[in-house]
């Protein structure tokens, strides 16, 4: 629905509802239903999906019920019944700072009654949830983050306001997080220098020196380390409330671990001041620990989310190519406005350089557009009056003049954008092992810690100061953020980097799927074709009695009374020939399925197959070299049309659907990474086979009707075989579905986008090998992150329990263990990242 539509939904005056249309089989059904629900007095849109086999309709209530509308499908020859349909709504969240904080703002979403599904992308700091109408309202789930310890709002929906909010918000963040930085350095650094100073070699003024000033070396140490808790007071102000609510996260752990560090220090300097062994409690103090600590911890935060800041780069771009303004066509004057106040029917000029505004179609005007940007062809297509263009495409050569069809949301650059976005906020399957163990990984941290703290103080007989070293080790160095971050920001950069491609990945279950993906079926029409018919042979026999130019002016004529493909393809190969001037045909006949005749110039034109013309008594076609020529086109698959003029055999043309250049390399991409290439069409087998072998293919199925398609799939299936299905995402719509993964050309965006798993947009089929490469890489990437936030806090966490020293080697410091749990997040987004440079083979 447009904003119009959305306005009187609220006031009561349109009702929408989706329904289950059974009974479809082809792309013809799903259109004939929506043209008869379209048609009823009272309905504001119909769209049907022949994928899902279903149907999303907006009307006036007061004019017709959903009885009207099941009616009209029936009488149509179908069956249609409503759909319970859950509402969704996208949410960003504030305040989590680790994996247990995003696993806990989910549970608790889950937790309202009426949520059917809740997700929570820590990288993207959003939530995506699905609840049943009438039973649930934004405040409810706003209530229960705020319940949890997080803060929420509604996410904007405007196709770029809530990706440039959150652009303001993490540069605000950037920037309180560098100054947090740079004022806790400037303390921490003599506070460093005063402790550790001793220990590597530096010279200590005596009167701060702890041997000979221990009042002045505690209480200097104290002043320092308590501006830099302050100015860092964010992990405490939401580590203690969330331990205190049963839900601890990282603040929670760095909240704990510095507060014991500090409050030990602190015991330890009164004791001083009260002249108590101030000598060797000078040497007891762990104020440096508690600020370095916390410094290190800002520095990695610091890092990590100016890295997260990349991750959205491909939206950002994607924003970038819709222009601000434009020239709007006002009568005879030219007047430059807000692309957001154009509105369907206006007229636009865009000069050499401009990017188009909004989709349309050109009344005026002819030049070269370079797609590049959404297609990843990088060959400018030439477009005139009649042609479509799209938003953000750039006008390199002459003025065009166009009227606008689709203006904001409902812009293709708008919904390729909204598509990104929602890929990127969702999950993979892989991810649910990380998600459950960030659950309950702080706890288990904690009671680690404590465990750890006691063993050593009790049954090791150490020192309290060696115990407390150990706890807080544990504490600072366990990192849930690393398993959180591991799998949303490899999906964001991937999906992201897929869009600058021209591949369009729908979310991150489509990665994974394509990751065990065994065999890949390639529809021919196209798909390895280019789906329209060319001439590609026109050969003037010795019989002719007409020369060639001439013989060509004829040919056309007769041909552009016919609306057969093969007539259209031969109209445009004799208009190649450049004959003028052109001539009309009369007396006009056709004979289905054999062939033409008509009368040119006083001439008598025939043309079709070679049995047709043969009973029109035309004469020569018994000749060796037309036998031989007509032979050698069908066994290369080509299409024969034999041509006579006033009874004797003139010509021979062949007419072929071309294989596209790109066809064979990406065969033999797919090869390489171990996967079966199929062909499916409903050609003969002999032009199958002759496409296929041009391709490389060496398993063909053939025959098979548009409704049979997904059958061949199920077939497939059934062989134990993972199957990925690419089409043209129209007639190729219930074999998409059925595929376990659907790669649907982008020839129509509209249907490709509702039917396939990846969208490739642009008609080069080497978008088919950088998806699944693609997806490879991403999963892959996910793998690694999984493997060393694991593998990092599997060995880091005994090692700062002491595992070591038991065997006589090192213990870990703290400020070692701060300083590596906060590099672990550093080095999980930046190996994200690297998917930034993929690049296709």
């Not at 008609?763 to 990437?781: P, Q």
């Not at 599997?794 to 020293?805: C, F, K, M, T, W």
Request: aromatic share 4%.
């Amino acid at each position: 629905m447009n904003e119009q539509e959305l306005d009187q939904e609220r006031a009561g005056n349109v009702r929408s509802q989706k329904f289950a249309v059974k009974g479809m089989s082809c792309a013809a059904c799903s259109a004939r239903v929506e043209r008869v629900v379209s048609w009823l007095d009272g309905v504001h849109s119909a769209q049907v999906n022949l994928a899902t086999e279903s149907m999303q309709v907006s009307w006036d209530p007061d004019k017709l019920g959903t009885e009207e509308i099941k009616a009209a499908v029936h009488k149509a020859g179908y069956e249609a019944e409503e759909v319970s349909e859950s509402s969704q709504i996208e949410l960003d969240i504030q305040g989590m700072t680790c994996a247990a904080c995003s696993a806990r703002v989910e549970k608790a979403l889950q937790n309202v009654p009426g949520v059917s599904r809740a997700e929570v992308n820590l990288a993207a700091e959003t939530a995506r949830v699905s609840y049943e109408p009438g039973q649930v309202q934004s405040r409810d789930l706003i209530s229960a983050v705020e319940d949890a310890g997080y803060k929420a709002s509604v996410a904007s929906q405007e196709d770029s306001g809530g990706a440039r909010k959150q652009d303001r918000e993490m540069e605000e963040r950037l920037a309180g997080l560098k100054r947090r930085l740079v004022f806790s350095l400037a303390l921490a650094v003599p506070l460093f220098v005063l402790s550790m100073g001793g220990m590597l070699g530096l010279p200590i003024p005596a009167f701060l020196a702890a041997h000979s000033a221990p009042l002045t070396h505690g209480l200097v140490q104290f002043l320092l380390t308590v501006p830099i808790m302050f100015i860092n007071r964010e992990f405490y102000v939401q580590g203690f409330p969330s331990l205190a609510r049963g839900g601890p996260n990282m603040d929670s752990l760095i909240a704990v671990g510095t507060s014991a560090a500090f409050v030990y220090s602190t015991w330890n300097l009164g004791e001083i001041v009260l002249g108590y062994n101030p000598a060797a409690k000078a040497h007891d103090l762990y104020f440096e620990s508690a600020a370095i600590i916390l410094v290190l911890i800002t520095l990695g935060r610091f890092l990590e989310n100016r890295s997260k800041a990349r991750t959205s780069a491909a939206i950002r771009e994607l924003m970038q190519l819709r222009p601000e303004t434009a020239t709007r066509i006002e009568g005879q004057e030219l007047a430059s406005v807000p692309v957001s106040s154009i509105q369907p029917g206006d007229l636009l000029l865009i000069r050499p350089g401009e990017r188009i505004p909004v989709d349309g179609r050109i009344e005026d005007g002819q030049s070269s557009l370079d797609e590049s940007m959404l297609t990843g062809e990088p060959i400018p297509k030439s477009k005139g009056p009649g042609d479509s263009v799209i938003t953000g495409t750039v006008n390199t050569q002459g003025s065009l003049r166009i009227r606008a069809e689709k203006v904001g949301r409902e812009t293709t650059l708008a919904r390729i954008i909204a598509l990104v976005q929602e890929a990127q906020g969702s999950k993979a399957p892989i991810a649910n092992l990380a998600d459950k163990v960030s659950l309950y990984f702080v706890p288990t941290v904690i009671c680690i810690a404590l465990l750890a703290g006691l063993a050593w103080y009790f049954l090791g007989q150490a020192e309290f100061s060696f115990a407390l070293r150990i706890f807080v080790a544990v504490m600072v160095i366990a990192c849930p953020c690393a398993l959180g971050l591991a799998t949303p920001t490899a999906i964001m950069v991937g999906t992201g980097r897929g869009a600058q491609l021209g591949t369009l990945i729908k979310s991150g279950q489509a990665l994974e799927k394509a990751r065990n993906i065994q065999a890949v079926v390639l529809d021919k029409t196209g798909t390895l074709t280019r789906g329209q018919p060319e001439l590609v042979d026109f050969t003037i026999l010795d019989t002719s009695p007409l020369e060639r130019t001439r013989l060509a002016g004829l040919i056309r004529a007769v041909e552009q009374a016919s609306e057969h493909p093969v007539a259209r393809a031969v109209v445009q190969g004799m208009d190649k020939e450049a004959v003028e001037p052109r001539t009309q045909a009369v007396d006009f006949q056709a004979v289905s399925g054999r062939g033409v005749r008509a009368r040119v110039d006083e001439h008598s034109i025939v043309l079709g197959s070679r049995t047709f013309l043969a009973e029109q008594q035309v004469q020569g076609l018994d000749e060796d070299t037309v036998s031989d020529l007509i032979e050698e086109l069908a066994r290369d698959g080509k299409t024969v049309v034999l041509a006579a003029v006033d009874g004797q055999a003139a010509a021979v043309l062949a007419v072929a659907d071309r294989l596209k250049e790109t066809a064979p390399d990406t065969v033999q991409k797919l090869k390489d990474m171990g996967l079966k290439v199929i062909m499916l069409t409903g050609d003969t087998q002999r032009t199958a086979r002759v496409i296929a072998e041009q391709a490389g293919i060496d398993d063909v199925i053939a025959g098979v009707l548009p409704e049979g398609k997904a059958a061949e799939i199920t077939k497939l299936q059934d062989q134990g075989l993972q199957v990925a299905m690419v089409g043209d995402g129209i007639n190729d719509a219930p074999a998409l579905a059925q595929a376990d993964l659907g790669l649907a050309m982008g020839s129509g965006i509209d249907v490709a986008i509702e039917s396939g798993d990846i969208v490739l947009m642009g008609e080069d089929l080497t978008g088919v090998s950088t998806a699944m490469s693609l997806s490879r890489a991403t999963v892959r990437n996910i793998k690694q992150n999984l493997f060393w936030a694991f593998f990092y806090n599997s060995l880091g966490i005994p090692i700062a329990a002491g595992a070591l020293h038991i065997f006589g080697g090192p213990t870990l410091n703290p400020m070692i263990a701060a300083a590596a749990m906060a590099m672990s997040s550093v080095s999980v987004v930046s190996n994200a990242l690297r998917l930034r440079f993929f690049q296709p083979e």
